[in-house]
């Protein structure tokens, strides 16, 4: 039970890890294809603040912090 609990944890982090990655790469390509890149960005944003970008909205912030 207790090895099948790491593996999860393990599996979960792995998918955020990913999840993760993808928002920020969509960001930083400005991927306006994306929901969340057309909506907290734009292309006269400095690429500072396309990145920080990431926790600017509900969903983004969420995904940050799991």
Known sequence: ???SS???IKAIF???A???FAMVYALITRDFQVEY???YTNRGLP???TIT???AGQEGSLL???
Do not use: H, R, S
Request: net charge negative.
């Open 1 to 3: 039970m207790i090895a």
């Open 6 to 8: 790491e593996n999860g």
């Open 14 to 16: 792995f998918c955020l």
């Open 18 to 20: 990913i999840a993760c």
């Open 37 to 39: 890149v057309a909506q």
């Open 47 to 49: 690429l500072i603040y």
């Open 53 to 55: 970008a990431f926790y």
């Open 64 to 66: 940050f912090w799991a």
